[in-house]
Nanobody, 123 residues
């Protein structure tokens, strides 16, 4: 299984970025696909998740209304649209996959991880 994250970069406060995660190696019908982030000196934290089969979405409170997670069946990809970016959004962002029987908010439950993409929001 491979999860390839991309789309990070250096942006200004209030800007937008779209992260992509290309998934391969197995079907993900019974999985949640999640985005996590890790800022320097902090633990990796949950950002958003989507249930691959049904498209149900879930967000961490600080990104609700600003971030949108989505998936594209044809491209086997998951996206994180990030709007109104803030300096506190600066982190390495990781995509990951977890079986739907597990907690999508728990980073320790995840089965597969991508390599991460850096997002830096400058003020």
């Amino acid at each position: 299984v491979q999860l390839q994250a991309s789309g990070g970069g250096l942006v200004q406060v209030g800007d937008s970025l779209r992260l992509s995660c290309a998934a391969s190696g197995r079907p993900f019908n019974n999985y949640y696909m999640g985005w996590f982030r890790q800022a320097p000196g902090k633990e990796r934290e949950f950002v958003a998740a989507i249930k691959w089969s049904y498209g149900y979405t879930y967000y961490e409170d600080s990104v609700k209304g600003r971030f949108t997670i989505s998936r594209d069946y044809a491209k086997n990809s998951v996206y994180l649209q990030m709007n109104s970016l803030k300096p506190e959004d600066t982190a390495i962002y990781y995509c990951a996959a977890v079986r739907a029987t597990r907690s999508f908010r728990d980073r320790n439950a995840y089965d597969y991880w991508g390599q991460g993409t850096q997002v830096t929001v400058s003020s």
